[in-house]
């Protein structure tokens, strides 16, 4: 032994360290960094969770609401989320089995991927898309297989494009409409294609319907609610975006019974629960939250209009986002690479905006601004990026 060498093992495994870092963190602690910045960078509400929502929290805690919950969740909280969803998305799911409460819609996410995934299976989703969506499918092992959306057509996707991703490796189509990063919105038209696509390859579809209500002029339609697609879609919400929640990290999949139950043992193992008092304030959210989640959608339209308007004003083309609180500009006209257009306007403005390149390579060329912030800041990051694209224009 004393002559031999050895050969130490990886300490990590080799499909974790080779997933790249959030590129939404690594620019925020350049953000971090410095003083007096103008953010559209986070992708959070900036209204503070409703009273009656903090208040129904505060009221857990003095009870002393501190124990486990269900695994799936308190049953009066799932038989709400049902009710909600009858009421408001036209959708029949049974509290009792068809729906699991998950430490935000992350966690919902994460396992209903590992829940349907095998070793090599592929799983196509939207590019530019949200940045968990392809290292999720990478912890996975599974394979992620993006397909490009463009802006001609705002950002939805195309179904004969997803179709011809199709192998018979594929096992599920990933979606999330609103979109995040670009804001955009599926029409019935392209909703029934995307339907017809996944009924004929006999694929599950995972369905992030995160930033549904947040739909401004259209009325948002579940592709869970189309014939034949109830049974093999996985249904992801939460309460972080539209009723202002995030910290509370609370999350919700509904889905036939065979698959919340592979999900659930994946929950029981992981997590045991999600958190009691986040579970008795998004109960008071779905009774009595209906009046401040609209007044807030309605500001995040204003914005949106003022927003927007703006960006086009200046020279940065920006197809409407039609939900969501994201606008997605081209910068191509600067001739700058993403990352370098986010650096240069944070070192020469102080305005942050995320690279589009975080968001895969079909954000390339774009940025991610979000509007859910002030006007009166919105109205000043646009002076401020004006004077920025004028100085990229003169030179």
Known sequence: MSGSKSVRKARVARHISALPPSGIRKFFDLVSTMDEVISLGIGEPDFTTPWTIRESGIYSIERGHTSYTSNLGMLPLRREICRYLARDYHLDYHPENECIVTVGVSEALDIA?????????EIIYTSPSFVSYPAEITM????????ATNCKNGFAPDAAAIEKAITPKTKAVLVNFPSNPTGATLSGKALKELADVVIRHDLLLISDEIYSELTYDETHVSIATLPGMRERTIFLHGFSKAFAMTGW????????????????????????????????AALEALRHGDEA?????????ERRDIFVGGLNQIGLDCVMPHGAFYAFPSIKRS???????????LEKEHVAVIPGSAFGPGGEGFVRCSYATGLDELEEALRRIGRFVGSLARK
Do not use: N, W
């Open 335 to 345: 001739g700058l690479s993403s990352e370098k257009f986010a650096e240069k306007l």
């Open 113 to 121: 991927i590992r829940a349907i995934t095998e070793p090599g299976d």
């Open 249 to 280: 990290r609370i999350g919700y999949a509904c889905a036939p019974s065979d698959l919340v139950d592979a999900m659930k043992k994946i929950h029981q193992y992981a997590i045991m629960s999600a958190p009691t008092v986040a579970q008795e």
């Open 140 to 147: 996975a092992h599974g394979v992620p297989v993006p397909v």
């Open 293 to 301: 989640r609209e007044t807030m959608r309605a500001s995040y339209q």
